[in-house]
């Protein structure tokens, strides 16, 4: 446990340096939290699956749309990983190329052993494909005029920019060539002068090594954890299928329309983790979140259950500076629900409430009413549900889809 909180405080104080890892976490089935997300756990028999979603304007740093993580409660062991990737904003996330010149995309070499078809940096460009142009022909891609590690094709931005994403994608070429070539894995360089570069680290790794393609087609995004500002960027191929060929695009904005970025951050107060994620009960789910000043966790039992307290859900909030769940952290029973009708919506919501896993797909993805109470809001995402708790004496208004100190939505007598 104490492991799991270390790795956090180190995440939150170091910022984008380099640094050993820290401790190995004690495995334990305790749902991990997501800062700027929400994560469900629901438990059956032994096993713990945590689904985990960002919150509305953010995204996983990944480009996942949704998370889910498993734990065995006989062995503590978690399948893949137990924590989260991490929720960054959605915002800063715009393609550079197109506003820069063929002239600033420049290569280390280009193919020169078809006299018929040009493979230059400028072709470089993501989405780029064969072109003729009166007796010439362009390629779908650049590639490069031998396979080496000095390799690299870069761009010169018309302005220092803020970078946060790489996408990159394979050679694209016509149905009757055969070539089959794409950057398995890269590295990227950057510049502020065109003459000194620095690797992409990232909080884990000194010279952080990029996943590439697997096909020609398939774009492949990379959202860098620690974003850095430059003029000059270049990619630099590690791996490769057939050749080194690829399209490429930054993914960024100008830094002074991105205040939240930060080189090197200075926290002002250690982070506060005295409360942990309460385990669902039995047939049960268990959604957390972090509100100010509190953790707060959400349970409802599965289909066909029911709490043996007839609640529909029920709230648990720990403060963090003291540790202490109201009202203590003992949960109601998950029993099987002998009833046939389900439990009717509690008030009469103007706009009608979500309460069950399958309306979120006609309903698509966002904030909607919750059926069990005006305090309550289900979130949907990606097919998920997840009923969460508006902070202490906060309504659900349907209206704006927001936690307000009245409802339209929901009147309360
Ligand atoms: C959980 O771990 C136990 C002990 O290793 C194993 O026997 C069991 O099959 C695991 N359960 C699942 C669902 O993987
Ligand atoms: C691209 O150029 C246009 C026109 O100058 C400008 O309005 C836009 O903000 C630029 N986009 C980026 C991402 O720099
Ligand atoms: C960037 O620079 C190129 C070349 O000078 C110019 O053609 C282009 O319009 C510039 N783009 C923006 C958005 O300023
Ligand atoms: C590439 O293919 C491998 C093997 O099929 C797969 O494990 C990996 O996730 C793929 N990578 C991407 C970026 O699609
Ligand atoms: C947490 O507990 C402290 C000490 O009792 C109290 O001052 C504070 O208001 C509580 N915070 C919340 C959010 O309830
Ligand atoms: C909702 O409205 C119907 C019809 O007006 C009424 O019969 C029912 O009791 C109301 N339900 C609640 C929970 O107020």
């Known amino acids: 446990m104490a492991g799991y909180f270390i790795k956090?405080?180190?995440?939150?104080?170091?910022?984008?340096?380099?640094?050993?890892?820290?401790?190995?976490?004690?495995?334990?089935?305790?749902?991990?939290?997501?800062?700027?997300?929400?994560?469900?756990?629901?438990?059956?028999?032994?096993?713990?699956?945590?689904?985990?979603?960002?919150?509305?304007?953010?995204?996983?740093?990944?480009?996942?749309?949704?998370?889910?993580?498993?734990?065995?409660?006989?062995?503590?062991a978690w399948k893949t990983s137990d924590t989260f990737p991490e929720c960054i904003p959605d915002r800063c996330l715009t393609h550079l190329l197109p506003n820069v010149s063929d002239s600033a995309i420049t290569a280390s070499s280009a193919f020169s052993q078809s006299k018929s078809l040009y493979f230059g940096a400028d072709r470089g460009r993501l989405d780029s494909k064969i072109e003729r142009v009166g007796s010439a022909?362009?390629?779908?891609?650049?590639?490069?005029?031998?396979?080496?590690?000095?390799?690299?094709?870069?761009?010169?931005?018309?302005?220092?920019?803020?970078?946060?994403?790489?996408?990159?994608?394979?050679?694209?070429?016509?149905?009757?060539?055969?070539?089959?070539?794409?950057?398995?894995?890269?590295?990227?360089?950057?510049?502020?002068?065109?003459?000194?570069?620095?690797?992409?680290?990232?909080?884990?790794v000194n010279d952080q090594f990029l996943p590439g393609n697997n096909d020609t087609?398939?774009?492949v995004v990379n959202i860098l954890t620690c974003p850095f500002k430059a003029r000059f960027v270049r990619i630099n191929p590690l791996a490769w299928h057939e050749n080194i060929a690829l399209r490429f695009?930054?993914?960024?904005?100008?830094?002074?329309?991105?205040?939240?970025?930060?080189?090197?951050?200075?926290?002002?107060?250690?982070?506060?983790?005295?409360?942990?994620?309460?385990?669902?009960?039995?047939?049960?789910?268990?959604?957390?979140?972090?509100?100010?000043?509190?953790?707060?966790?959400?349970?409802?039992?599965?289909?066909?259950?029911?709490?043996?307290?007839?609640?529909?859900i029920i709230q648990k909030v720990c403060n963090q500076s003291t540790g202490v769940w109201n009202g203590g952290e003992g949960l109601p029973r998950c029993i099987y629900n002998t009833a046939l009708e389900p439990q009717p919506p509690a008030h009469n919501y103007t706009n009608g409430c979500v309460g069950l896993k399958k309306e979120c797909d006609s309903a698509g993805n966002g904030d909607f009413q919750a059926c069990a109470g005006c305090r309550f809001f289900s979130t949907c995402s990606e097919g998920y549900l997840y009923i969460r708790a508006c902070p202490e004496a906060l309504l659900f208004d349907a209206v704006s889809r927001l936690c307000d100190y009245r409802s339209r939505s929901c009147p309360v007598a």
């Open 8 to 76: 956090l405080f180190l995440i939150f104080i170091i910022g984008c340096t380099y640094v050993e890892s820290a401790t190995t976490p004690v495995p334990r089935c305790i749902g991990p939290t997501l800062e700027n997300g929400i994560v469900q756990c629901s438990r059956k028999d032994q096993i713990l699956t945590c689904n985990g979603a960002c919150n509305t304007g953010y995204i996983f740093y990944t480009g996942a749309k949704e998370v889910g993580l498993t734990c065995n409660y006989s062995t503590g």
């Open 137 to 204: 022909y362009y390629s779908g891609g650049w590639k490069a005029d031998i396979n080496t590690l000095e390799q690299y094709i870069q761009v010169e931005l018309n302005s220092t920019m803020l970078i946060r994403g790489v996408v990159t994608q394979g050679r694209s070429v016509l149905s009757e060539d055969s070539a089959n070539e794409y950057v398995t894995q890269y590295r990227i360089l950057y510049s502020a002068d065109g003459y000194t570069w620095q690797p992409y680290s990232s909080r884990q």
């Open 217 to 219: 087609i398939t774009k």
């Open 249 to 312: 695009d930054l993914l960024g904005c100008d830094p002074s329309s991105y205040s939240e970025y930060h080189d090197s951050p200075t926290p002002t107060a250690r982070p506060t983790n005295l409360c942990q994620p309460l385990p669902p009960p039995s047939n049960g789910m268990m959604h957390c979140e972090k509100q100010v000043g509190v953790l707060s966790c959400v349970s409802n039992c599965v289909d066909k259950y029911k709490f043996d307290t007839d609640e529909m």
